[in-house]
């Protein structure tokens, strides 16, 4: 991400994104992100919504899966921020997967930043 830059919450380094920017869609779009995020030494990964490719929330492509293993397969933790009501409230299975996910540690969907630092703390 190459709008991005280093914050500490809680003692966890985080990549955190602007709203401009590539969008993150496929496995090969999540390179950059975890490129720099392996760069500054960074756990997570904070994406805001708006760089979040539609595609993404559409389970049948499987973009989100390749994504999320790409972070996992370099011990990161990619976290989604913004408002996602919407796209959940239009598909159960999606619902399914934002909620199985914000009860793990690998991904999270979370409304803002405040969310995430509870998570984090």
Do not use: Y
């Not at 790409?70 to 909620?99: C, E, M, N, Q």
């Amino acid at each position: 991400m190459t709008d991005s830059h280093l914050v500490a919450v809680r003692g966890v380094s985080v990549l955190t994104g602007d709203n401009d920017g590539t969008e993150l869609g496929g496995g090969r779009t999540a390179l950059d992100p975890i490129g720099a995020a392996l760069g500054c030494q960074a756990d997570t990964v904070a994406v805001p919504v708006g760089r979040v490719a539609d595609d993404f929330f559409s389970l049948r492509s499987g973009i989100a899966g390749e994504a999320a293993q790409k972070f996992v397969t370099h011990r990161l933790r990619p976290a989604v921020i913004g408002d996602i009501a919407f796209r959940v409230a239009g598909s159960d299975a999606l619902r399914d997967v934002v909620r199985e996910a914000n009860r793990g540690h690998q991904l999270w969907f979370v409304p803002d930043r405040a969310e995430l630092e509870e998570r984090l703390g």
